[in-house]
Every structure is written in structure tokens, then in C-alpha cells.
């Protein structure tokens, strides 16, 4: 596909959207190409944790690359109890599982209340 096209693409999936963003351990979900958001069943348990929204991702290109940048978000996981080491972001008004990312490390929620990431997004070769 050429620059252009994956540009139009992805401005046309993410511009005025809204996201949602959260924590999973796909050690435990093992996600495929096929799964969707229901197929996660290791989200954190705490009850001060929820998805994070994010409205109208930044979709730009850079150097032959399509980027989407979602910015910095941070999740309160002060009172969960399992381990997470991949974000996922769905469309917040489908519900439907648009990527996952690897987290920079695996997470004991054990040991942290605040989990602030940098960096969330997309890159499209």
C-alpha cells in the first residue's frame, strides 16, 4: 500500500472517533488476529480501575510511517490484584477490538497504584 493510501485509511478509522484504552495480560488472553473484546478475561479487577477514552487520535505520517498516537494516559489500578503487560484499544461506541500493543514490561498490580504510559498508539509500516 502506498503512503498516501495508508494515511486515508487510517484517518478515515480513527479521525473524530472516539477509543478506549485499557490493561490486559495476553499470557493469560493469548489474543489472535480473530479475537475481539470479549475474548479479554484479564482486565484489572480493582474497582478503581476503568478504560481510559481518548477523542480524535492524532493519525499523521512520518517518514513512510502512518502513526496513531493516542498520548499519554494513566490508569488507576490502586486496588487490583493480577498482572497486566499489553494495552488494547477498542472503538468506544462499537465495542469492536481495533489493535494491541506490548506494554514496555509486565505490571504486578500488586506493587503499583498509578500505571502512567507515554507513547500509546499505533505505527503502520
Do not use: C
Given at each position: ?43 484489572p479487577d480493582g474497582s478503581d ?77
Amino acid at each position: 500500500m502506498h503512503d498516501e493510501g495508508e494515511l486515508l485509511i487510517f484517518e478515515s478509522a480513527f479521525n473524530g472517533r472516539d477509543v478506549e484504552i485499557g490493561l490486559y495480560n495476553d499470557s493469560t488472553d493469548s489474543l489472535a488476529e480473530a479475537s475481539t473484546y470479549s475474548d479479554i478475561t484479564s482486565e484489572p479487577d480493582g474497582s478503581d480501575y476503568s478504560p481510559q477514552t481518548v477523542t480524535d487520535p492524532d493519525v499523521s505520517a512520518n517518514g513512510g510511517d502512518t502513526e496513531v498516537t493516542l498520548g499519554e494516559i494513566s490508569f488507576d489500578v490502586g486496588n487490583a490484584a493480577s498482572t497486566v503487560d499489553y494495552v488494547y484499544v477498542r472503538d468506544a461506541s462499537s465495542g469492536d477490538l481495533v489493535f494491541t500493543n506490548e506494554l514496555p514490561q509486565e505490571y504486578d498490580l500488586d506493587s503499583v497504584d498509578i500505571i502512567d504510559l507515554t507513547n500509546v498508539g499505533l505505527q503502520y509500516e
